[in-house]
């Protein structure tokens, strides 16, 4: 899988169609392919979605139906880093919300977007199972806690730079 211009996946379709094969037909199988698809390609678009329909036997609005209720699916690509900010009642209490607006005016995103040039991704999830270290954010599944909004953009320049 390659990259385009704009920060978007190429699609292999030789190779999703490599991986949906031993699935034809098993609309059983809808989560399970869903799951490899997306660690194929990266993210779940409209395009790729059709063609896990057509090669299980299920319609559209099935797997659309199946996408957009697990949060772990993803119809838009993400960043080189992923950010999670916790949202939950601990965090919330302990300032996530200035933390997210100032993570948001500085990528110039919002939650659930990614950076024009692909290097991150932002959500926002309800617990990261570090309450004591709230507020929290994980960068690629790395936890950073006790945030303060100038705190987390700092984090996220040292990021930055690694590129």
Known sequence: MSSC???????????????????????????????????????????????????LGVSLGEVYSVVSFYSHF????????????????????KGSPEVLDKIQEQLGI??????????????VVRCLGAC???????VNDHAHGLLKPDKAVGILEGYRQQV
């Open 132 to 138: 004591g270290l709230g507020p929290v954010m994980t």
């Open 110 to 123: 919002k939650a659930g977007d990614s950076t024009d040039d692909g290097l991150f991704s932002l959500e």
């Open 74 to 93: 993803s119809v838009k690509p993400k960043g080189k880093f992923k950010i999670s900010l916790c949202k939950g009642t601990a965090c919330y209490v």
């Open 5 to 55: 211009c704009c920060g978007e996946a190429k699609i292999d379709y030789a190779e999703l169609d490599e991986l949906l094969k031993p699935y034809v037909g098993q609309p059983s199988a809808l989560i399970e392919v869903l799951h490899k698809t997306q660690e194929l390609v990266g993210y779940l678009p409209k395009e790729v979605q059709i063609r896990v329909a057509e090669a």
